[in-house]
């Protein structure tokens, strides 16, 4: 193992020249399958650096991105959305659906070398449900009456009441019990040096550069073919592609403009594959509710009807994508498609606006109590399309006589110093949207605490009660009827402008092979694609495991 690890960084120190990697430069044909090989690297970028590297304290996309390839869940979801086991080899559901048992896979390890068992399992559960643990995701582990380590195998969890997600609630991160047991989870060492059972192993972290990631050799489920996994942080999508055109990253995902008119040339199209989806992602303009503008509801509701989404898809997205007017993509089963929309309308907007008091000042601003009506919106630096978005929003409710500043802010200050502190006004930001439909975590009242998800401050005593509701049923055309309602309320209360669903536009480099595009998107399956010998890029990589 000693020696695996100084081959690791020997071959890292040759790969990177400075901040940059120097890939093989002769030219190759890339249309051959080829037989799978070990070896090469699979070079990624990230608008954002990760916050840090332990799943249940973080929030942020850049952060778990990097963490799936470290960790495992007891479950997870295979490329068709089906849930199937991960750390889990089987489980058994009582009748009455109250009680999981989980019989675990035998001979995993930590990267460590240490043996995961079922007290790794109860130590995760028992950290995710501590109250001193800053953690997002507690909701889901709360509702277990009982957890229990029947042997070190085995793992059970007793429910007060059914509970629909508790299935896939088990997808969290198993965290290593050895290594955090008795400590201070928000001060361990593991915020940086992760320690998994996943495919890969964390090897480097360089601030502002890169995280790499080395094969685990040992993996449960078959070593990964590529051998490195290199994450570089590239604080904007403009400089991110043109790194990828110079072959110095494998993959991104493209911009409108980029995936259809700027990749529309041979050499462009020799070098990469591109592929598109509907995302599992939309975007909003959210509004921190405790502001005394947003607290009222024809306020929000003015702004959207103020906002041509249209627009912002036609000419931001270049049509690569759909209105949103909810938490669901139209594909879902929970998916209302008969809520309130709010058609563009500069009248209905500025007749709004009227109702609750607010007038035209002599500068053309609307004023309510000697107040201007004027906001920031915070968007993050990198992500063009945000902050365009934000500009057409920006001229848009100027018609109206609403004034509003764009402040631009770099990742993590923005999640950290603002969303977290809950020091903002507006903020155009895009949730991932979960195969399964429970939003607890979002929208229900009691998830305003530090680090939690509901940041806007959203209070609803109706949508806190349809919320527990459909957690608590199995049946499916009960559960729609609850989440139908849920949306038609929060078309209606507008605490957030839900702005678009944008479409993946997915570029990967053509050496790079088992890519397979499925209900699941294109990344479900990263540990198993593979480059073959004679396509390698970085050929010295292909001698670590011969």
Same mark, same amino acid.
């Given at each position: 193992? !000693?020696?695996?690890?100084?081959?690791?960084?020997?071959?890292?120190?040759?790969?990177?020249?400075?901040?940059?990697?120097?890939?093989? !430069?002769?030219?190759?044909?890339?249309?051959?399958?080829?037989?799978?090989?070990?070896?090469?690297?699979?070079?990624?970028?990230?608008?954002?650096?990760?916050?840090?590297?332990?799943?249940?304290?973080?929030?942020?996309?850049?952060?778990?991105?990097?963490?799936?390839?470290?960790?495992?869940?007891?479950?997870?979801?295979?490329?068709?959305?089906?849930?199937?086991?991960?750390?889990?080899?089987?489980?058994?559901?009582?009748?009455?659906?109250?009680?999981?048992?989980?019989?675990?896979?035998?001979?995993?390890?930590?990267?460590?070398?240490?043996?995961?068992?079922? !007290?790794?399992?109860?130590?995760?559960?028992?950290?995710?449900?501590?109250?001193?643990?800053?953690?997002?995701?507690?909701?889901?582990?709360?509702?277990?009456?009982?957890?229990?380590?029947?042997?070190?195998?085995?793992?059970?969890?007793?429910?007060?009441?059914?509970?629909?997600?508790?299935?896939?609630?088990?997808?969290?991160?198993?965290?290593?019990?050895?290594?955090?047991?008795?400590?201070?989870?928000?001060?361990?060492?593991?915020?940086?040096?992760?320690?998994?059972?996943?495919?890969?192993?964390?090897?480097?972290?360089?601030?502002?550069?890169?995280?790499?990631?080395?094969?685990?050799?040992?993996?449960?489920?078959?070593?990964?073919?590529?051998?490195?996994?290199?994450?570089?942080?590239?604080?904007?999508?403009?400089?991110?592609?043109?790194?990828?055109?110079?072959?110095?990253?494998?993959?991104?995902?493209?911009?409108?403009?980029?995936?259809?008119?700027?990749?529309?040339?041979?050499?462009?199209?020799?070098?990469?594959?591109?592929?598109?989806?509907?995302?599992?992602?939309?975007?909003?303009?959210?509004?921190?509710?405790?502001?005394?503008?947003?607290?009222?509801?024809?306020?929000?509701?003015?702004?959207?009807?103020?906002?041509?989404?249209?627009?912002?898809?036609?000419?931001?997205?270049?049509?690569?994508?759909?209105?949103?007017?909810?938490?669901?993509?139209?594909?879902?089963?929970?998916?209302?498609?008969?809520?309130?929309?709010?058609?563009?309308?500069?009248?209905?907007?500025? !007749?709004?606006?009227?109702?609750?008091?607010?007038?035209?000042?002599?500068?053309?601003?609307?004023?309510?109590?000697?107040?201007?009506?004027?906001?920031?919106?915070?968007?993050?630096?990198?992500?063009?399309?945000?902050?365009?978005?934000?500009?057409?929003?920006?001229?848009?409710?100027?018609?109206?006589?609403?004034?509003?500043?764009?402040?631009?802010?770099?990742?993590?200050?923005?999640?950290?110093?603002?969303?977290?502190?809950?020091?903002?006004?507006?903020?155009?930001?895009?949730?991932?949207?979960?195969?399964?439909?429970?939003?607890?975590?979002?929208?229900?009242?009691?998830?305003?605490?530090?680090?939690?998800?509901?940041?806007?401050?959203?209070?609803?005593?109706?949508?806190?009660?349809?919320?527990?509701?459909?957690?608590?049923?199995?049946?499916?055309?009960?559960?729609?009827?609850?989440?139908?309602?849920?949306?038609?309320?929060?078309?209606?209360?507008?605490?957030?402008?839900?702005?678009?669903?944008?479409?993946?536009?997915?570029?990967?480099?053509?050496?790079?092979?088992?890519?397979?595009?499925?209900?699941?998107?294109?990344?479900?399956?990263?540990?198993?694609?593979?480059?073959?010998?004679?396509?390698?890029?970085?050929?010295?990589?292909?001698?670590?495991?011969?």
């Amino acid at each position: 193992m !000693k020696a695996t690890k100084f081959l690791c960084m020997l071959l890292i120190f040759f790969l990177f020249i400075v901040s940059g990697c120097s890939p093989r !430069k002769e030219k190759v044909s890339y249309e051959k399958e080829g037989k799978p090989a070990y070896g090469d690297a699979l070079i990624t970028a990230s608008l954002g650096e990760p916050t840090n590297l332990i799943p249940i304290l973080t929030t942020d996309a850049p952060s778990h991105e990097v963490a799936s390839r470290i960790y495992n869940g007891l479950v997870k979801y295979d490329k068709n959305l089906n849930i199937v086991g991960d750390l889990a080899e089987k489980w058994i559901i009582s009748p009455d659906n109250l009680q999981i048992t989980f019989h675990l896979k035998k001979n995993v390890k930590w990267h460590d070398g240490k043996p995961f068992t079922a !007290k790794d399992v109860y130590y995760t559960y028992k950290v995710i449900t501590d109250p001193k643990t800053p953690t997002a995701y507690s909701g889901d582990f709360i509702l277990v009456k009982k957890a229990e380590v029947i042997n070190d195998y085995t793992f059970r969890v007793i429910y007060e009441k059914p509970f629909a997600p508790g299935l896939i609630s088990w997808s969290v991160s198993i965290l290593p019990s050895h290594l955090l047991e008795g400590q201070d989870i928000t001060k361990s060492s593991l915020l940086r040096n992760p320690v998994g059972t996943g495919p890969y192993v964390f090897k480097e972290w360089v601030t502002g550069q890169r995280i790499v990631l080395c094969a685990n050799e040992r993996y449960f489920d078959g070593r990964p073919y590529i051998q490195r996994h290199i994450i570089r942080f590239i604080p904007d999508s403009a400089s991110m592609f043109l790194e990828l055109k110079n072959l110095t990253i494998d993959m991104m995902a493209l911009t409108p403009l980029q995936y259809l008119r700027q990749t529309e040339y041979g050499a462009f199209k020799r070098e990469f594959n591109k592929y598109q989806y509907l995302s599992f992602s939309y975007v909003y303009l959210g509004y921190n509710l405790k502001h005394p503008f947003f607290k009222e509801k024809k306020v929000r509701q003015a702004l959207t009807y103020a906002i041509d989404k249209k627009e912002i898809i036609d000419g931001v997205l270049l049509g690569q994508g759909i209105e949103a007017h909810g938490p669901y993509k139209p594909d879902m089963w929970a998916y209302n498609g008969s809520v309130k929309k709010y058609e563009y309308s500069k009248e209905k907007a500025a !007749k709004l606006l009227a109702e609750v008091g607010f007038e035209r000042g002599e500068d053309g601003i609307l004023e309510k109590d000697g107040k201007k009506f004027e906001f920031t919106v915070l968007v993050n630096q990198g992500n063009d399309v945000r902050i365009r978005c934000a500009e057409l929003i920006q001229k848009r409710l100027s018609e109206i006589g609403v004034r509003v500043k764009i402040r631009v802010l770099e990742w993590a200050s923005l999640i950290n110093e603002f969303i977290d502190k809950r020091n903002f006004e507006a903020v155009i930001l895009g949730w991932t949207i979960p195969h399964d439909p429970d939003l607890f975590d979002i929208w229900h009242s009691s998830k305003q605490g530090k680090k939690e998800l509901n940041f806007i401050s959203f209070e609803n005593k109706e949508v806190d009660e349809l919320l527990v509701k459909a957690r608590h049923t199995f049946n499916i055309e009960e559960r729609r009827k609850y989440y139908h309602r849920f949306q038609e309320i929060l078309a209606e209360e507008q605490p957030y402008t839900f702005l678009f669903i944008p479409y993946a536009n997915i570029a990967i480099h053509k050496r790079i092979k088992g890519v397979s595009p499925a209900p699941a998107g294109v990344s479900y399956n990263m540990d198993k694609w593979y480059v073959p010998l004679d396509q390698m890029r970085y050929k010295s990589y292909a001698t670590v495991y011969p």
